[in-house]
């Protein structure tokens, strides 16, 4: 019986406990947030994986993962546990590009979907091991690809393992680079956007909190103003729109004052 999951929690835990977070803002508090999440990963203990299917990736996304896993840096043990996850061939693409969608509005899920893949470690569904406290695996995206303005409820971390990712916090925040070993922490809907450089990344991802529900995207219409669509992944493990509304101005100036200097 393999580990696989149990290690890749137990050297994620260890990673996060010296981890730069450059691209967090100045009053997150990102040391009591990590500790939580720590916690998490180390909860898992030293549980056995539970495979019950396999799942390749595409030709293009396996040249990708192959060159994010030829460029792992840090210590061998950690490298290591990188490797066996994304070699569990647990993959899946997170988007589809036939996602429904009500109203007129272009889906932005079509440029993403082939550019993005998930391997789950561990979870409520799909993962080697089974938690309705924790999400964790990996997240694979193509050279260059924008991921753009999104929230949700759960707390979230993407530790770098290869790669440079340039994130965003808020409406008009910096993107700011993340490079291996280090960590960013967004917390429960704090809206985030992520531009990869010019190699694949690899993200070492995980969730805390509220896995349901709304995921919420935004994007700026040609007048200045914002609009954002509810999708939500349906019980077949699709995505539906399922709402689409304007952003209240309000909401849109209580952002932008956010995190400024006096
Ligand atoms: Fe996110």
Same mark, same amino acid.
């Given at each position: 019986?393999?580990?696989? %999951? *149990?290690?890749?929690?137990?050297?994620? *835990?260890? %990673?996060?406990a010296s981890a730069d977070a450059p691209t967090n803002k100045a009053g997150d508090d990102v040391t009591g947030s990590l500790g939580h999440f720590r916690q998490a990963l180390e909860s898992v203990n030293n549980q056995? @994986?539970?495979q019950s299917h396999r799942s390749k990736l595409p030709a293009e996304a396996s040249d990708w993962l192959r @060159?994010? $896993?030829?460029? /792992?840096?840090?210590?061998?043990?950690?490298?290591? %546990?990188?490797? #066996?996850a994304a070699e569990t061939e647990n993959w899946y693409q997170i988007y589809n590009e036939d996602t429904p969608s009500k109203g007129e509005e272009s889906n932005p899920m079509e440029d993403l979907a082939p550019g993005m893949f998930a391997a789950r470690l561990i979870g409520p569904s799909r993962g080697l091991i089974q938690s309705n406290q924790l999400l964790a +695996?990996?997240?694979?995206?193509?050279?260059? /690809?924008?991921?753009? $303005?999104?929230?949700?409820? #759960? #707390?979230?971390?993407?530790?770098? %393992?290869? +790669?440079? #990712?340039y994130i965003q916090h808020d409406i008009d925040g910096e993107a700011k680079r993340l490079s291996p070993g280090q960590v960013s922490l967004t917390p429960s809907n704090r809206l985030h956007a992520l531009t990869m450089g010019e190699e694949p990344v690899l993200?070492?991802?995980?969730w805390l909190g509220e896995f349901g529900g709304r995921n919420w995207w935004w994007h700026q219409q040609n007048d200045g103003s914002w609009r954002r669509d509810a999708w939500e992944r349906s019980e077949d493990a699709s995505w539906i729109k399922t709402a689409s509304e304007p952003v209240p101005r309000a909401e849109i100036t209580a952002l932008q004052s956010n995190d400024k200097p006096l």
């Open positions: 019986m393999t580990k696989i %999951a *149990a290690t890749f929690a137990r050297e994620l *835990a260890t %990673a996060l056995d @994986d539970h @060159d994010a $896993l030829s460029r /792992l840096t840090g210590k061998g043990t950690f490298s290591k %546990a990188v490797v #066996a +695996g990996l997240f694979l995206l193509r050279p260059g /690809l924008h991921y753009p $303005l999104h929230q949700h409820e #759960a #707390a979230e971390i993407y530790f770098c %393992a290869s +790669g440079t #990712a993200l070492l991802w995980t």
